[in-house]
């Protein structure tokens, strides 16, 4: 297999938004249509699973950014830059995106187990990404305890306790009855997931 460039992936990753991002739009216009209580359910999850492919995709896109200048930093020397500085701020930058994955990741296993309808799991979706929203402007987000974070995070969804305490030994998603993932099979050992920005198709043409 050819290795690709670091450009070629900026390439693609920017391609795949687009598509990701055309996809949101498609389902949210059928979502806005929609009438009958069924075809919304659908939709609705289709929709938020459109969504977070969007994130994930635009996530990663953001992360070999940041990797690319890191390389330049470290490799290009400018005279009156404080490059130790600068190493600091991208090094956070990486590790503060690494944690809202590893945040959203965990606490959606819960979300998982916990609601049966896609709509909840959406709604419940929406609210922690405001939550997390919050939480990055704080100094100790990215040095925190994560399970305390994940903790803190159900209660304020109000989620069940002990499904918060056990979110790591909680089972792997199931297929539902159609054949489809659920959810996006995104689990916080590995937060992006190398397939996640391709699950949306199947999930959008539920027309």
């Known amino acids: 297999m050819t290795a690709t460039t670091p450009d070629r992936d900026a390439q693609m990753l920017a391609e795949l938004a687009e598509l990701d991002l055309s996809a949101v739009r498609h389902v949210h216009a059928q979502l806005m249509a929609a009438s009958e209580a069924g075809e919304v359910a659908d939709l609705s999850r289709s929709y938020q699973r459109a969504s977070r492919c969007l994130r994930q995709t635009l996530a990663l896109k953001a992360k070999l950014a940041a990797d690319a200048t890191n390389l330049r930093v470290r490799t290009t020397p400018r005279p009156g830059i404080?490059?130790?500085?600068?190493?600091?701020?991208?090094?956070?930058?990486?590790?503060?995106?690494?944690?809202?994955?590893?945040?959203?990741?965990?606490?959606?296993?819960?979300?998982?187990?916990?609601?049966?309808?896609?709509?909840?799991?959406?709604?419940?979706?929406?609210?922690?990404?405001?939550?997390?929203?919050d939480w990055t402007e704080t100094d100790d987000f990215t040095t925190a305890d994560l399970d305390a974070q994940v903790r803190r995070a159900c209660r304020t969804l109000g989620l069940p306790e002990d499904l918060a305490e056990q979110w790591r030994d909680l089972p792997a998603r199931l297929l539902d009855d159609q054949g489809e993932d659920d959810e996006d099979p995104v689990r916080a050992d590995d937060p992006v997931g190398e397939d996640a920005p391709a699950t949306w198709a199947a999930a959008a043409d539920t027309g």
């Open 82 to 133: 404080d490059l130790a500085a600068q190493k600091r701020d991208l090094l956070a930058d990486d590790a503060e995106g690494d944690r809202i994955m590893e945040l959203q990741a965990a606490v959606g296993e819960v979300i998982h187990a916990h609601a049966a309808d896609a709509e909840t799991r959406a709604t419940l979706t929406e609210r922690l990404d405001r939550e997390i929203d």
